[in-house]
C-alpha cells in the first residue's frame, strides 16, 4: 500500500514510480507532476489498483502498463505528453471513474490487451481512444469495451487498426466524431 505521497519534477530516471512482479498492490491518493518519462510504470505485475490519484503533465505516459491485471478508478489525468494510460503486452484493465484532459493519447490499447472502460470522461484530447498491434510477439492488437462514458471535443478521435476491436455501449458524444479503421461498434 503507498497512500498520499506527491511526486514532482523528476529529472534522473525515465519513470517516477516502477512496478514489476508484483501482486496485490494499492496505490492511493497519490500526486504525479511532471514526470520526466512516465509517472507509474507497471510491468509484469496482478491487483494492481491505482485509485483517487492525480497525474498532471507527464513527458510520456501517465500509467504505462505491460503484461498486468490492474484496475484504474476515480483518477484525473491531463497534459499527457503521449498517453493518459498505455495499456499493452497481454494486460487486462479495468478503467472506471477517470476523467481525460488535454492528453495527446487518452487511451491505447495494443498487443493483445484487453481494456474495460467506464463511467469516464474524454475532455479536448488531440485522441481519444487508439486500439492497434504494435509488437508482433503479441499476435493481436487491442480489444476495448467503453460504456456509460463522456467524450467532448471538436474532433473526438477514436482508431482501430491490425486486428483490433473497440465496442461503445451508452456513450454520448458532443463533438464531430472521427472513427477510423475497422472493428468500430456503436451501439
Not at 84 to 110: M, Y
Request: aromatic share 10%; net charge positive; proline share 0%.
Amino acid at each position: 500500500v503507498w497512500l498520499n505521497s506527491s511526486f514532482k519534477n523528476n529529472s534522473l530516471y525515465d519513470d517516477v514510480l516502477h512496478l514489476v512482479y508484483c501482486d496485490s498492490v494499492l496505490l492511493k491518493d497519490l500526486v504525479f507532476k511532471n514526470a520526466f518519462g512516465d509517472a507509474i510504470d507497471i510491468d509484469i505485475s496482478k491487483n494492481i489498483k491505482v485509485v483517487g490519484s492525480k497525474f498532471n503533465n507527464s513527458v510520456n505516459d501517465a500509467i504505462d502498463l505491460m503484461q498486468s491485471n490492474v484496475l484504474i478508478e476515480n483518477n484525473f489525468i491531463n497534459f499527457s505528453g503521449d498517453k493518459g494510460i498505455s495499456i499493452g503486452e497481454g494486460t487486462i484493465a479495468r478503467i472506471n471513474n477517470n476523467k481525460f484532459v488535454k492528453n495527446d493519447l487518452a487511451v491505447a490499447i495494443k498487443d493483445g490487451s484487453r481494456a474495460e472502460i467506464l463511467n469516464s470522461k474524454f475532455l479536448n484530447n488531440k485522441k481519444e481512444i487508439h486500439a492497434y498491434k504494435k509488437n508482433w510477439q503479441y499476435g493481436s492488437g487491442g480489444f476495448a469495451k467503453i460504456e456509460n462514458s463522456y467524450f467532448e471535443d471538436d474532433l473526438i478521435n477514436i482508431k482501430s487498426n491490425n486486428n483490433s476491436v473497440i465496442n461503445l455501449n451508452n456513450n454520448e458524444f458532443n463533438g464531430k466524431k472521427i472513427f477510423k479503421g475497422k472493428n468500430i461498434n456503436l451501439n
